[in-house]
């Protein structure tokens, strides 16, 4: 069955760094595009960026644009996150997603 197993989320100080990793398994996973999403407290999920399969094209929110970067190691069924620059409106619950289905989440805060 299809698994998406996001790690890498934590707590990091405003204009710190993380990188969030999405584990795939279960599906031809260079067949498929692949996004980010996240959801804040009180606030509806929203994509953050998205890649293509097998990876040759990107797409971000304009609020990360600049400072998140999405790729694919079609090799390891992973697709990751770096997140730089972080600022307190990034925290939120970081979802991987592929067409029809959902990681459990991973939780990012970003607070001095």
């Known amino acids: 069955q299809v698994q998406l197993v996001e790690s890498g989320g934590g707590l990091v100080q405003p204009g710190g760094s993380l990188r969030l990793s999405c584990a795939a398994s279960?599906?031809?996973?260079?067949?498929?595009?692949m996004s980010w999403y996240r959801q804040a407290p009180g606030k509806e999920r929203e994509l953050v960026a998205a890649i293509s399969s097998p990876g040759g094209s990107t797409n971000y929110a304009d609020s990360v644009k600049g400072r998140f970067t999405i790729s694919r190691d079609n090799t390891k069924n992973t697709v990751y996150l770096q997140m730089n620059s972080l600022k307190p409106e990034d925290t939120a619950v970081y979802y991987c997603?592929?067409?029809?289905?959902w990681g459990q989440g991973t939780q990012v805060t970003v607070s001095s």
């Open positions: 279960g599906f031809t996973f260079s067949a498929y595009a």
């Open positions: 997603r592929r067409q029809g289905y």
